[in-house]
């Protein structure tokens, strides 16, 4: 049985040089955003430490998305992570207002996000404990 030769004519070529870049952009096509509720049920009661824990978290994974995009040359954030992102402030923005009212020692801070200004709320537990 005859063995088909390899296509060496440039026909042959170009469709596989327009297919390429296209197969390269739909890998690249992104997730779907997986943003947390700003607003969750049962905030008002939480503790001054559990009130701090979430903020630490929430800070937790705001650094680390920040460092995962530091590592891209090409590519900035995504559309997905910029939702997550707007989501995760949000939250830590909330459940900082919340500390304030219940008095567990939150005080203002620089942004921590590049770019970002305003005052934004540190978190920090009395030593006491009461709550």
Same mark, same amino acid.
């Given at each position: ?20 870049? *296209?197969? *390269? ?13 700003? &607003? ?17 978290? *929430? ?60 005052? &934004? ?9 009461? &709550?």
């Amino acid at each position: 049985m005859p063995q088909a030769l390899p296509c060496r004519c440039a026909s042959c070529r170009i469709p596989a040089l327009l297919l390429a870049p *296209l197969l *390269l952009l739909t890998a690249c096509g992104g997730r779907p955003p997986d943003p947390v509720f700003v &607003r969750q049920w049962g905030d008002a009661h939480k503790s001054c430490v559990t009130l701090k824990g979430e903020m630490d978290d *929430l800070q937790y994974r705001v650094k680390g998305l920040l460092a995962r995009v530091s590592n891209r040359f090409f590519w900035g954030m995504s559309a997905a992570e910029k939702v997550e992102l707007a989501a995760w402030r949000g939250r830590y923005d909330h459940l900082a207002v919340i500390a304030e009212q219940q008095d567990c020692g939150a005080k203002p801070r620089e942004a921590a996000v590049p770019g970002e200004t305003g005052q &934004r709320l540190q978190f920090e537990v009395p030593l006491s404990g009461s &709550r």
